[in-house]
């Protein structure tokens, strides 16, 4: 591990993780076993989303956050897919949509009704098909908002236009499956890590690759841009297999800046960083620790500040987004974590301890609210906007004047660059294969029977023909001897 100085002057040196007590925790929840590595969860100021174990098809819980305590067995989900559920978000400026992926192929997006659920819901708000194999990742455009990002095992991402509800664009410069995707504060450059190897800074709507870093002696698991900073960070491995970070310039990654090991784990290192405040925080899978680092643009860029500890090891985390946090406790960032041996999700909180009970200006800068700066189409005629930003002094009301609404169209081909991604689709579950098998056999069984009576009726001609052969020589000689 490398050096790390003493002492530094900074206003978050101090800032330590507070774990929720016990009735302010979420109990009895079936937590999904799945090992795909992805957080298996979702938060935002209304609602906490978990991934759950379940048997024929995937399923989420919504709960409503301020509804903490012990969660009844039949509590209701939402349980439309067909297969294991991978990654679920919530839109960004409409509380109450969330997109989720799955093994099934399919994305969906869900509306969840105010209050939370009180029966199974089953029916998609939108069903998003064109990913041939299972789909594993789905980001929401941090500005725009009828954007949403899909990366499936087929090695393509899709850029979903959720105002047509179709896709409006295919990204296909990965050839293995892409692992982590990151977007710049107004969402106009996206980095991929791939199990390639390689890390890609992708401009999202020609499709065009920008810069890329062959990561052999690093091999990059997750990345994330650092805001403005023109930086990015990643998590991964060494050439020793000791986790690892490093850090690039977003103009040249021909090298990092800075990489520093960690220590000798195995689980996946995610990284989470707080623009507002510069704060990256490491939280490993498997781990019960949580370290935090300060964000400098001055060498040595990483400045370690502390780390919490937790007996109870972590399957994922979800973060509140910042409008959603307790101010009054200088609140800086908040964590929910899931804890699957005991069916348990515990919130932590950052808090930078402070004496006075006003208002923290220096540590509450202007932060990204939930109204959205770009519609779908603007988005997509090559406009950037930086997020709307909000004051968190006050309080924040989100503004009522925009609805989100599905479009209604017919059934049919989804073309993107040329190519129908719904042609020859292959079944999504079980039941959908027995039915594409048994109708196959029957249009071969009904084809057999159709060229078996062509064969008898080309016999028939034949004979006729053969008939009509022999008659016309008598035929001549009867004429030849009148």
């Not at 290192?269 to 001055?298: C, Q, S, V, W």
Request: glycine share 6%; proline share 5%; aromatic share 8%.
């Amino acid at each position: 591990m490398s050096w790390r100085p003493t002492y530094r002057s900074s206003k978050f040196r101090n800032v330590y993780g507070k774990v929720a007590n016990r009735e302010h925790c979420f109990d009895g929840i079936p937590i999904t076993k799945n090992v795909h590595d992805n957080h298996f969860c979702a938060v935002n100021a209304k609602y906490l989303a978990i991934v759950t174990e379940s048997s024929g098809g995937g399923s989420f819980i919504v709960i409503p956050v301020s509804q903490a305590g012990r969660i009844e067995p039949h509590h209701p989900k939402v349980c439309g897919h067909h297969g294991n559920v991978l990654d679920i978000k919530w839109n960004p400026f409409f509380e109450n949509i969330i997109a989720s992926c799955s093994e099934d192929s399919s994305v969906r997006i869900w509306e969840i009704p105010d209050g939370g659920l009180r029966r199974n819901m089953t029916e998609a708000m939108m069903e998003l098909y064109g990913h041939s194999r299972r789909v594993g990742l789905i980001e929401w455009h941090p500005t725009s908002s009828g954007i949403l990002f899909s990366a499936g095992y087929d090695y393509k991402i899709l850029i979903w236009n959720l105002e047509q509800g179709e896709p409006v664009k295919m990204i296909d410069c990965h050839s293995d499956v892409i692992l982590c995707m990151s977007f710049n504060t107004d969402g106009s450059l996206l980095a991929t890590s791939c199990k390639d190897k390689k890390l890609r800074i992708i401009e999202p709507r020609s499709g065009r690759v920008l810069q890329h870093a062959n990561c052999k002696n690093h091999r990059v698991n997750r990345v994330v841009f650092l805001g403005n900073m023109k930086r990015l960070l990643t998590t991964g491995v060494s050439r020793w297999n000791t986790r690892q970070i490093a850090l690039w310039d977003q103009e040249d990654l021909s090298m990092s800046m800075v990489e520093e090991e960690i220590d000798g784990l195995s689980g996946l290192l995610f990284p989470f960083y707080d623009a507002d405040t510069h704060m990256l925080y490491l939280a490993g899978k498997g781990d019960g620790n949580i370290r935090y680092y300060e964000i400098t643009t001055e060498k040595p860029y990483l400045q370690y500040l502390m780390e919490f500890r937790s007996p109870a090891p972590q399957k994922g985390l979800g973060v509140m987004p910042k409008h959603g946090l307790d101010v009054a406790a200088c609140e800086v960032f908040r964590f929910y974590k899931l804890v699957t041996l005991k069916g348990l999700i515990e919130p932590i909180s950052m808090i930078v301890p402070r004496r006075s009970e006003t208002y923290q200006e220096d540590i509450y800068p202007m932060t990204a609210g939930t109204e959205p700066a770009l519609s779908a189409s603007e988005w997509l005629s090559g406009i950037n906007r930086d997020p709307v930003l909000i004051s968190l002094k006050e309080g924040y009301q989100k503004p009522n004047q925009i609805v989100f609404k599905a479009p209604v169209k017919d059934k049919k081909g989804v073309v993107v660059n040329g190519i129908d991604l719904l042609e020859n689709m292959p079944p999504r579950t079980e039941n959908e294969l027995l039915r594409m098998f048994f109708r196959q056999q029957e249009e071969l069984r009904k084809m057999k029977e159709e060229l078996t009576t062509k064969d008898v009726k080309i016999r028939q001609l034949e004979l006729e023909l053969n008939n009509l052969k022999n008659v016309s020589p008598v035929l001549s000689t009867r004429f030849s001897y009148q």
